[in-house]
């Protein structure tokens, strides 16, 4: 029998928007779309010296119906990473906020499994790929992480892992709508997308790829389809193949291009997908990215 399974990566931006919340608007999204599996990137939880706390994670599974199958992944925390430079640190000690976290999410309607035992519950890990020496507060030395988990789903119980790849300051800029980014700077962040892509095959390879697993890669990676993180590793060394949307919106509305994607392995054992990025006026008001979701149909 066949598995059915609708896939969604999303990059809520923190659930603001032009400096307002737009979290109403991001759990209605992700509502709508009832994903099984969701990766969700940009995601914050806090906690305040009062004792309240903010938990967008905990907040998207609820409206969702994901109920408690969820895992929150930080990237970087005030407690362990405060840098004068990053506003949000700045915000969060003149707020008297204990702690302040920001990171990767997943979500799994139907729980997750052991990675190495599927018939036993378990929970994902958090996976560093880029670990820079010092946090300097900017994006260019913020870790970088993978999401790896296994979905409590039989007879496949497939390998989900969700990712988010690091993009440089000055990368992307554009001026008098003309790009104005220097080619070392996007030269050096296509480097790091390569690498951390190897990172992830090379996670993957003895225990999932080697052995005909089925596995979906999906999340923010920076970067087009024709990049060689995506172009040379995932797809032509990896074997995954990348499930393409059936509309050409862009997945970024401020890059105007699609550098959120889905995967899937091994190509074989897909019967039939359903792609699409999900351009509403509700999702464009909710986040700077847009989402993918998939619906995939696995032998």
């Not at 906020?97 to 052991?114: D, K, M, P, T």
């Not at 979906?216 to 060394?237: H, M, Q, R, T």
């Not at 897909?270 to 998939?294: G, N, Q, Y």
Request: charged fraction near 20%.
């Amino acid at each position: 029998m066949p598995t059915r399974i609708r896939l969604m990566t999303y990059n809520v931006g923190g659930a603001r928007r032009g400096g307002t919340s737009a979290i109403s608007d991001v759990l209605e999204v992700v509502r709508l779309e009832a994903p099984d599996v969701a990766v969700v990137q940009e995601t914050i939880v806090y906690k305040g010296a009062d004792g309240c706390e903010y938990d967008l994670a905990a907040q998207l599974a609820e409206a969702a119906g994901f109920g408690s199958n969820y895992f929150f992944g930080p990237v970087v925390s005030l407690r362990k990473h405060l840098h004068i430079a990053k506003r949000a640190f700045v915000e969060a000690l003149f707020s008297d906020l204990q702690e302040w976290e920001h990171g990767n999410a997943i979500f799994s309607r139907s729980g997750f499994s052991r990675l190495g035992d599927p018939e036993k519950a378990g929970v994902p890990w958090n996976v560093p790929l880029f670990m820079p020496p010092v946090y300097e507060g900017n994006r260019d030395t913020e870790s970088r992480y993978a999401l790896l988990s296994r979905i409590c789903m039989p007879p496949v119980n497939p390998f989900v892992v969700g990712v988010h790849l690091t993009t440089l300051v000055g990368e992307r800029q554009v001026v008098n709508n003309a790009s104005a980014a220097h080619p070392e700077i996007v030269e050096r962040a296509q480097n790091m997308r390569y690498q951390q892509t190897r990172r992830i095959c090379r996670l993957l390879e003895r225990h999932v790829l080697e052995r005909g697993n089925v596995a979906f890669l999906l999340g923010d990676f920076n970067a087009v389809a024709s990049e060689s993180a995506i172009a040379s590793v995932i797809e032509k060394e990896c074997g995954f193949q990348r499930l393409v949307p059936e509309n050409s919106s862009p997945t970024h509305l401020g890059v105007g291009k699609i550098i959120d994607h889905i995967f899937a392995y091994p190509a074989e054992r897909i019967v039939s997908v359903a792609c699409r990025v999900v351009d509403t006026p509700l999702a464009r008001r909710a986040s700077d990215h847009l989402p993918i979701v998939a619906d995939v149909v696995i032998s």
